[in-house]
Every structure is written in structure tokens, then in C-alpha cells.
């Protein structure tokens, strides 16, 4: 395939893109803002330092705009995270003159990231969802009560704006002087929603990815099932399964096909322990952080994305090779620090996740350095995550 790709992002899953692409033989150019490039530049790809899609995206335009010249064709142009996702999206008409892509309509793309919308959305599409309230007043306290019962979690309109700060998807909330106390500190780092708990083990989060062409024809499926999260319960997948359970995944393809989507995208579902009901907790117009897995079970979603763009034919994807676990070294040995000191974990249980059929999220022995990099950021974030709880929970 002579075109080349631009991916966005350098971060695990932006790595994951490119590799899934090098492993093709497809030429793949890589730009991310100057920390996460320092961290993530890897070998199987060109890679160059971008200005911040969120604070100088007319600058980061500008950039691609002269970065197009480099090119003989229009190159396909990919997201790996939200903040890319949302400057493609504001700027289509613009980047669609010179690069090839294909997502859901802006109203979508800002529907599933700013997590107010998305809950509408959810509710206008009868959606199965957890409750969700969002805090306009923090002093509704007896109206939060009436609705979601504790323990329940606190998390970020934007996850993007809260991760700069606090390396956390939600802060669990076990009662009402916590969460006073919590919403003052946490409403710091961006708006913030009150969600309940549904109730499960790690083991019943499943995420169903997919590609749709640009008439909305399935290509290409693939699904997973979380084992580990870093932190335990309310955290990023350490752990996942590549496993096909046909109820979760015709549930998860009947949700984006009811909300029309094209390009990739994907679901994240959780069964509820107490009815056995599926119930959404995200929803992507992208990639996920461990889509590597599905190229390494034959269901290479970014390449496929690629022929889609360029209309060359293939057979739909929906074959996967179960049984093949995906692994993010350091978060997963944060996990189990956790659990062992919680006494969840013994040593040998440990020791047994390491073996088996692999696909780590970073590590490779022909492009050792984004692991270490990363892996040391990822200590470093965790000790200043921490240092920044313990300030807020002793004021």
C-alpha cells in the first residue's frame, strides 16, 4: 500500500496504531506534543513533536497543513486520543483537502467525549446506562442521595482535562462527608458527574470494537473481556482477554449500529451482577487503549481502516483467535503491589499471568525504548498522583 499514514498520538495506544501498520508494510509518519513524543517516538515510525491540539490547535493545523507537503498523495489520518479526536473533528473541512479520514459527524464526537452529552445521548437513545447526575450544584446533596446510593464514583466531564492533573478515571466515594469533601477538592481539575456503581468483578467489563465503512457496513469486530485494572476496580485495563461471548458482542454492534457510527469505534459494557443486564460505561469514536490485541488475534483494525479509505476490497474481519491475553507490564505490577498488600494476590497467581500467549502493550524486543520510557513515567505519575490525593485528603 503506497500511501502513507499520519497517526496522532504517542501514547500506548497511538504506539499500538503504528505498529499494527508498520506490521503491514505501511509507511507511517507519528506526531504527538513534545512530552508524550520525548516518551513515545518509536522506531516504526517517523515521529516529530507537534504543538497541543488543545491549547495551540491553529498551530497544530498549520503544522499538518505544511507536513502535507511531504507527501505525494493525501495521507489517511488517524486519532489515538480524545484531544486529537476532538481537533480532527473541529477542523474536518480543512485537514479533509489534504488527508484522508473517516469518523462520526462533530455533534457525535463532542456527544461521546464531553460525558454530559453522552449520558443525554444514552438516555434520548433508551441506552442502558449506570445513573449518572451531573454536579451543577454541589449542594444538592439530598437530591444525590434520593438517586444514587453510596459507594458511588465521582469522575470528569472530560477525562483528558482531569488526567493532567490526576492520573484517576473516577474517585470512588464510600459517603456523604466524603463526597463534600471530594467535590470541593476534584471540581479543581474540570467539571465533574456523580455516577453509580455497577456492581460486577473486573471479569464482566467487556469492550466490542468495530469498523463501519462510510455507508455504515460492518467490515471488521472484535471483542475482549478485562481481567486486571490498575487502580483495582475503577481503573485503565492491566489485563484483557481476547474471548467471544455472542450475547455481549451482538449487544455491543446493535449500540453503535444504533448510533450510526463509521470509521472505528467501540463500546465498553459491564454486566451488572445483580440483574445480569449489560450496561455502557464508554462509548469511542477511535481506537482503544488495547486494540493491539485484536491485530495480534487477525482482526488488524487500523490497516483495515486503511483499505477501507483507499475502497480496496477485503473479506469482513470477524474471525478472531481467542484465548491471547494483552498486558501493560507496569500498571499491571502496580495492580498487584495493590492486591498483595490487600492480601487478593499471592506471588505464584502473579508469577502465572506472565505466561501464555502475549501481546504487551509496549514492550518489544525490536523497539525496547517506548516501554522503558513510558514505564518510568508511569512510576512517576503514580508517586505524584498519590502525593497529590494524600495534600487533598488531609485539607
Not at 444525590?144 to 482531569?162: Q, S
Amino acid at each position: 500500500m503506497p500511501v502513507s499514514a499520519i497517526v496522532l498520538d504517542l501514547s500506548p495506544c497511538g504506539i499500538g496504531i503504528i505498529r499494527s501498520l508498520a506490521s503491514m508494510g505501511v509507511h507511517v509518519h507519528a506526531y504527538d506534543c513534545l512530552e508524550k513524543y520525548k516518551k513515545g517516538r518509536t522506531r516504526f515510525a517517523t515521529c516529530k513533536p507537534c504543538p497541543d491540539p488543545l491549547t495551540h490547535d491553529e498551530f497544530l493545523l498549520q503544522f499538518l497543513l505544511k507536513e502535507r507537503q511531504l507527501f505525494e498523495e493525501d495521507p489517511i489520518l488517524l486519532a489515538g486520543s480524545d484531544e486529537f479526536l476532538l481537533f480532527m473533528s473541529k477542523y474536518r473541512t480543512r485537514l479533509a483537502m489534504h488527508y484522508r479520514f473517516l469518523f462520526p459527524d462533530s455533534l457525535f464526537i463532542d456527544s461521546i467525549i464531553d460525558k454530559r452529552l453522552l449520558i443525554k445521548m444514552m438516555e434520548e437513545h433508551h441506552l442502558p446506562a449506570p445513573k449518572t447526575l451531573v454536579v451543577n450544584n454541589p449542594l444538592r446533596y439530598r437530591t444525590i442521595l434520593r438517586d444514587i446510593p453510596f459507594p458511588c464514583v465521582i469522575k470528569p466531564v472530560f477525562g483528558y482535562e482531569f488526567r493532567r492533573h490526576l492520573n484517576r478515571k473516577v474517585i470512588v466515594i464510600e459517603d456523604l462527608n466524603q463526597l463534600r469533601k471530594d467535590l470541593a477538592h476534584y471540581s479543581l481539575f474540570g467539571e465533574l458527574l456523580i455516577q453509580e456503581i455497577v456492581p460486577g468483578p473486573d471479569e464482566a467489563i467487556y469492550q466490542v470494537g468495530a469498523l463501519y465503512d462510510e455507508g455504515r457496513q460492518l467490515r471488521a469486530a472484535f471483542m475482549g473481556r478485562t481481567l486486571d485494572q490498575y487502580p483495582t476496580k475503577y481503573g485503565s485495563c492491566t489485563l484483557v482477554e481476547s474471548i467471544v461471548e455472542e450475547e455481549v458482542l451482538k449487544e455491543g454492534l446493535r449500540i453503535l449500529e444504533l448510533l450510526k457510527v463509521t470509521g472505528i469505534a467501540a463500546v465498553e459494557l459491564k454486566r451488572d451482577c445483580t440483574d445480569g443486564k449489560l450496561k455502557i460505561l464508554d462509548i469511542k469514536a477511535r481506537s482503544w487503549l488495547w486494540h493491539s490485541l485484536a491485530t495480534r488475534c487477525r482482526i488488524n483494525l487500523p490497516y483495515l481502516y486503511c483499505l477501507t479509505l483507499l475502497n480496496k476490497p477485503f473479506e469482513p474481519a470477524l474471525d478472531q483467535k481467542e484465548g491471547i491475553q494483552w498486558l501493560h507490564l507496569i500498571p499491571h505490577f502496580l495492580s498487584a503491589r495493590e492486591k498483595r498488600q490487600s492480601k487478593k494476590l499471592t506471588w505464584s497467581r502473579l508469577v502465572h499471568t506472565l505466561f501464555g500467549p502475549k501481546e504487551f502493550a509496549l514492550f518489544k524486543w525490536n523497539d525496547p525504548m517506548p516501554a522503558i520510557r513510558i514505564g518510568i513515567s508511569n512510576l512517576l505519575t503514580e508517586w505524584r498522583t498519590k502525593k497529590t490525593m494524600k495534600k487533598l485528603n488531609q485539607k
